[in-house]
């Protein structure tokens, strides 16, 4: 497909479109997939960028990669808390199971597994279900709010973590 222009450099390509354009020529282009700090001013220079400007943009990858590192680490943990409880409930509702069937749906026993059943049972099984909702279907507010509390739980275990390794460092 051409585009009116584009063999006289007419042609226009949003930011975003270029840039993954030119981060997959760079890829091709690097046979190991990595540059040196010596190829990337290279082609910053190239493409017209200042070296302040790449500078810049280097600080802010570096923010940006602990920011994507945390995320993936708050997912991997939400996601464990979510099937440890789900594994729980199974065994939970497993057992009551196990139960009616032994006892043929008669008797005290069974009246026990059922009553355990709806007294803690079902809201047990309503909170996995919103949990489910929250992890697999997020809201990108809530989501957004929850991460933030965690990273920010995240970064106080660290420095305080820290504070007590320097502390007993000392001694």
Not at 64 to 90: G, N
Not at 95 to 107: D, E, K, M
Not at 161 to 166: D, E, F, K, L
């Amino acid at each position: 497909m051409t585009h009116q222009g584009e063999h006289d450099g007419g042609f226009l390509y949003p930011a975003e479109d270029a840039q993954q354009i030119l981060s997959i020529a760079m890829a091709r282009q690097t046979e190991s997939g990595e540059l040196s700090r010596a190829q990337l001013l290279e082609i910053a220079e190239e493409l017209g960028i200042s070296v302040e400007t790449l500078a810049e943009a280097e600080q802010e990858w570096d923010i940006k990669k602990y920011e994507i590192a945390d995320q993936r680490q708050f997912d991997r943990e939400r996601k464990q808390r979510f099937q440890h409880s789900l594994s729980r409930f199974c065994f939970f509702v497993g057992f009551l199971c196990i139960i009616l069937i032994v006892t043929g749906g008669s008797g005290f026993w069974a009246w026990i597994a059922r009553f355990l059943f709806f007294l803690p049972g079902a809201p047990w099984g309503l909170k996995l279900a919103w949990g489910w909702w929250r992890i697999y279907r997020p809201n990108e507010y809530s989501y957004t709010q929850e991460f933030q509390r965690w990273r920010r739980k995240q970064q106080m275990r660290r420095a305080v973590g820290g504070a007590v390794r320097r502390l007993m460092g000392s001694f």
